[in-house]
């Protein structure tokens, strides 16, 4: 995490199991850090795991749908 406002949604996507959370200001961050990089590199269940679990909280459409909106306001704002 790097900033509060993201402590909420890091939390829950880590109980999800989607995420390893990693606080930026913490004491010994970058060897947190490495250590999650090693894991990943070297534990092809746990990617596997976190694959799995974060598919699971998206169909990867947002950006259509963000896309679909920007593109329904601007539409309307040039009727006005």
Do not use: W
């Amino acid at each position: 995490m790097l900033a509060p406002n993201q402590r909420p949604g890091t939390l829950a996507l880590a109980e999800a199991g989607a995420v390893f959370v990693l606080d930026a200001d913490a004491e010994g961050f970058e060897e947190a850090l490495i250590a999650a990089f090693r894991r990943l590199r070297d534990d092809p269940q746990a990617r596997g795991e976190l694959s799995r679990r974060s598919a699971a909280l998206c169909d990867g459409r947002g950006a259509e749908r963000t896309a679909d909106r920007l593109t329904a306001r601007v539409q309307s704002g040039a009727r006005q």
